[in-house]
């Protein structure tokens, strides 16, 4: 009884607790890297065993939109469903087509908003209107370029799309839901370590030069429409196509960073 | 023992007019005439005349046993000419079940009981009458003799309890009887599931969800359902009609014997009658397409207790898929089987069915995507039915008072509700390929309970005068309830959440002892011990497999009848537990001074834990709550005014607390929490006008961080006015009375998930009404301010489709506050006299 009497001027200061962590909004933006030079094509050596020296003249990246969790990115992380509810706190839901050849930040047209959480991974989903959509035909990536090996240059183009082209069979028929369409959209783990804050920004660094890592340019497909000029096939198929479409896939490309307010 | 008459007013006995007047009084353990009020007026100056006689007269005091005791009786005067055939000069006046039994000599309890029934009550049958020509006539004739017939009460447990009559009080606009409770200190009544849907209610510190943590019965038939999947003791009251509520008794916190299971943060006791005898017939219409037709009908010379009463409701709701309809009737007799006997029988039938709109994004608001009062997903909604008999046998034999109770309840309910929209439904390997297909959950549950309760009370004498309670309540519940998820593209359940029978047994006992050692010390308490047993089967207790056979894929189905790697195993799990826990409750009662009561109590409570949750021989099936209270009444009558104050500090803790889930669309078990709070609440009742005003401070943090317990309000402040007076117009001979009610209600910023703060509420109900018997027509307005509030306000995801990427973190939710909803409700009354 004497606790509660002495417990009750705190009482005044009952509207002042707090339920922990936060709600915010951020500001979002994406860029190429940081070593890019605006209005400069990009040029790395690159490709299969960094046999080619690549002049990147276009790139651009669709973004969906952005998502951060609090799960520890691991390596079962594919065998998840697209959605794991109950773990994100931050999300940029606005598409933006980004340049990639520019190391300038490009603003999202809106803020991302989340919560003031500690954040372990980031997921960059690549769709046009709906992740979940049976087929998309919104160019995701679109890139040009000219790779030269010795005195051999090998002009290229690509334009990259990720509908019922890249729709995975699942291996065993008992297990018919093994690969949904969406986890092709979805590149993830990337890993981070940030506390979004209000009024701070997220910034997201695409390095198309990994798209590239495992290319060999020479097997890229001739373009029927265009003499003399290479263009990526829009589907999983040949070892080009297929190397070109895992590093978009892949983690390395793709980097977060936190700019606090 | 002393009986003066009235006066015939020299004016109206001159203008040759008559009236009748009915008084309350308490007479007091020394005979004395105190509090009295003007239940029925004859106009100023006749009631003038008869307080005038009554404040003289002095009585010979009520026993209860060998004890006086205080008492409010009724006593009514007619005033007629001579000319006119006269009832005899001195009649004896009988006040019979018509007052509750008498508070028990001791220290006062809840604050004081207003006049009972609506304040246009027709003048009660005459009995007592000053012989208008013999002005100054002695009482030699006959004894005024008062004869209180009433149930036995509970005893009151300090600053927590809260025995409420709603009295005049009944003139403040209430949707349904649940909103009675705000009458009590900090209960906040919220509503996201619709009309027809169980009230969220939260009181000091507890978010009780829909009524899982405050006990609650009619008439003495438990309403908390043992099982509901919505919410284990899911407690919906619209089956009660408010206008047959006669009083309510709320203790905050667990500190009487009585109380059983699900009163951790409290109890709400409805009692029923209905004042006004007649036949009477009400329609109602209003806005929003809103209709109401109520019958009611109570015989002239039986108690209160005995009534009918019927209602067919029925509204298009004030924005989008929130029409409702329900009908509802409750019959009770209340009489005696002999002089020391009387019996109480109940009847209750209710059927319901609505819509309701659910939740809106704010951020879809704000962007205009979705209007303030609109929804997402029009298939949210419900249907509930319940149907109960109660009977009670209530005998005296000397000091020695028993009662019995046997009551049977069927009751169906379905719920559907979509907090998240598109979210819950992730693509499983072993599923058949999809989008998200919904988050709609469509829960139903079927349940069957019966029981009984009872007591015995006797008093005794040593160094004092003491009473002791031996009673218990024995419950057992058969529910059986399934929830699904519905795809929202055609309706179809796509998946099975739970699949649940269970049956739960409650058997309590306790003794409760009032003892009152120095006339100025009062100690009650005692100790009360539960059973709770359980016996679930979950017909759906395998639904994921670690490692499915690829031979045997479990496909799309929701309950398995797979192990890992194949097993076969059927998709059932019975599982029984039960354990037994005791706990004393205990209350001090000082009276220093004449008026002033301080009291202490401490208690514990529990609340037997959602079936879903037991598991074989799980060892404590059940929360428990442990609180203290410490607080200051007083009750005062200055003149004809009454006037109560009280304050109180309180602490709870709870060892497992609920905690809302959306996704679960329900609450789900937490960790320990602890609240602490402090209250004032005053009532004022004169003449002509009844006011009540409480307002709750309180903190409620979680034991093992400290943080705020979201939802839960801080602060809740509630007001509510009635004023009553007679117009100086009686046209026919027959008074116009007019009233007018006002209810105030504000709320302050309520935590929400993630340190955000809820907006306050800040709402104003009214009515006024003018009646000339047989006729009264009434005109009431809720949120008179048309404010737009939101009335509820949750943090967590949810995708409802609404933008063009899936939004996936936590943000502000709502459900909408009802806008001004004006009601004119025309009453017809005849018969209520001889």
Known sequence: MSRLFLALPFLLAAGCGSTGSGLVTFHAAAAGPADAVAGQPLVFAGGKQNAYQVTLTRATLHLGALYLNRSVPSSGSQAQACVLPGIYSGQVTVPLTVDVLSPEPQPFPADGEGTADELKTGEVWLFGSDPFATDDLTVIVDVAGTAVQGSTALPFVGQITIGQNRQVAPSNPALPGTNPLCKQRIVTPVTIDLTLAQGGTLLLRIDARKWFQNVDFAQIPADPAVPGQLKFLDQTVGPADIAFYSGIRGTSPYAFTWQPP | ?834
């Open chain 2, 1 to 834: 023992v002393t009986k003066v008459d009235a006066v015939y007013p020299p004016e109206a006995l001159a203008a040759g007019t008559q009236a009748d007047v009915t008084l309350e009084i308490t007479v007091g353990i020394d005979g004395e005439v105190s509090g009295e009020q003007v239940v029925s007026s004859g106009g100023a100056a006749f009631d003038a005349a008869a307080l005038v006689a009554v404040r003289q007269w002095v009585f010979t005091p009520a026993r209860e046993g060998d004890t006086p005791v205080a008492v409010r009786i009724r006593v009514p005067f007619s005033f007629r000419l001579p000319a006119r055939a006269e009832p005899p000069p001195f009649p004896q006046s009988t006040t019979e079940a018509a007052v509750p039994e008498p508070a028990p000599q001791g220290p006062p309890g809840g604050p004081p009981s207003p006049p009972a029934g609506p304040p246009l009550s027709p003048p009660q049958p005459a009995s007592a009458t000053p012989e208008p020509q013999r002005p100054q006539a002695s009482s030699e004739e006959q004894p005024l003799e008062a004869t209180v017939r009433g149930r036995a009460q509970p005893r009151s447990r300090g600053s927590a309890d809260y025995e409420v009559s709603i009295g005049q009080l009944s003139v403040v606009p209430r949707k349904a009887a649940d909103e009675l409770l705000k009458l009590a200190p900090g209960i906040l009544l919220t509503n996201e599931g619709g009309e027809g849907h169980a009230s969220q209610i939260f009181l000091r510190g507890f978010d009780a969800r829909d009524g899982q943590d405050v006990e609650i019965s009619v008439a003495g038939v438990p309403v908390n359902e043992a099982g509901n999947l919505h919410g284990n003791g899911y407690a919906d009251l619209h089956f009660v009609i408010p206008e047959v509520v006669s009083s309510l008794r709320v203790l905050e916190g667990p500190f009487d014997p009585r109380q059983g299971n699900f009163a951790v943060a409290g109890s709400a006791e409805y009692e029923l009658g209905l004042e006004e005898r007649g036949v009477g017939l009400q329609l109602g219409t209003g806005s929003f397409g809103t209709r109401r037709l109520l019958a009611r009908w109570g015989p002239p010379g039986a108690s209160k207790g005995t009534f009918g009463a019927a209602e067919v409701y029925q509204t298009d709701g004030f924005g989008q898929n929130r029409d409702a309809t329900r009908a509802s009737a409750i019959g009770q007799y209340e009489g005696r089987l002999g002089a020391d006997t009387s019996a109480r029988l109940t009847l209750q039938a209710y059927s319901g069915r609505w819509h309701s709109a659910g939740v809106i994004r704010e951020d879809d608001y704000a962007a205009g995507r979705i209007g303030f009062y609109d929804t997402y997903d029009t298939g949210q909604g419900g249907d509930a039915t319940r149907f109960s008999v109660s009977g009670e046998v209530e005998s005296r034999a000397g000091a020695l008072t028993l009662r019995n109770q046997a009551f049977g309840i069927i009751s169906t309910s379905r719920l559907r509700e979509n907090f998240t929209g598109f979210l819950l439904d992730p693509q499983e390997p072993q599923q058949t390929l999809h989008a998200q297909r919904g988050d709609l959950i469509d829960r139903s549950s079927s349940a069957t309970t019966v029981g009984a309760r009872g007591f015995a009370r006797t008093a005794f004498e040593f160094l004092g005068h003491h009473e002791a309670e031996v009673g218990y309540l024995a419950r057992y519940d058969v529910t059986d309830g399934v929830q699904y998820r519905i795809e929202a593209a055609n309706g179809h359940p796509y998946h099975v959440d739970l699949d649940l029978l269970s049956r739960v047994a409650d058997i309590g006992v306790y003794g409760d002892l009032s003892l009152v050692p120095l006339p100025w010390l009062t100690l009650r308490g005692g100790v009360r011990a539960d059973l709770l047993t359980y016996d679930v089967v979950d017909r759906c207790a395998v639904q994921t497999v670690a490692h499915p056979s690829t031979s045997n894929p479990p496909g799309d189905a929701s309950c398995l009848s797979l192990e890992s790697n194949g097993r076969y195993r059927e998709p059932v799990q019975p599982a029984t537990a039960g354990s037994s826990v005791v706990q004393p409750r205990l209350s001090v009662l000082v009276t220093p001074i004449s008026h002033l009561t301080l009291s202490g109590s401490y208690g514990g409570g529990v609340r037997s834990i959602d079936p879903q949750y037991v598991s074989q021989d799980a060892k404590t099936p059940f929360a428990s709550a442990t609180a203290a209270e410490v607080g200051a009444a007083y009750a005062i009558d200055v003149g004809a005014l009454a006037l109560a104050l009280r304050t109180a500090g309180f602490r709870t803790r709870v060892d497992r607390d609920l905690v809302f889930s959306e996704s679960a669309g329900r609450n789900t078990l937490g960790g320990s929490s602890t609240r602490l709070g402090w209250l004032v609440a005053a009532r004022a009742t004169g003449r002509s006008f009844d006011e009540s005003l409480n307002a709750t401070v309180v903190k409620a943090t979680f034991d093992d961080t400290g943080l705020v317990i979201p939802y839960v309000p801080d602060l809740v402040v509630r007001s509510d006015t009635s004023l009553w007076h007679d117009l100086p117009w009686s046209p026919g001979g027959v008074p116009i009375s007019a009233a007018a009610g006002l209810g105030i209600t504000y709320v302050g910023p309520r935590p929400l998930p993630y340190g955000e703060r809820s907006d306050r509420i800040f709402t104003v109900d009214a009515s006024a009404s003018l009646a000339r018997r047989p006729f009264k027509l009434a005109l009431s307005a809720t949120n008179l301010l048309d404010a737009k509030y939101r009335l509820g306000e949750f943090n967590y995801a949810s995708d409802f489709h609404s933008q063009s990427s899936p939004t996936l973190v936590p943000t502000r939710h709502f459900s909408a506050g009802a806008p001004r909803v004006v009601m004119l409700t025309f009453e017809f009354l005849v018969g209520g006299n001889p």
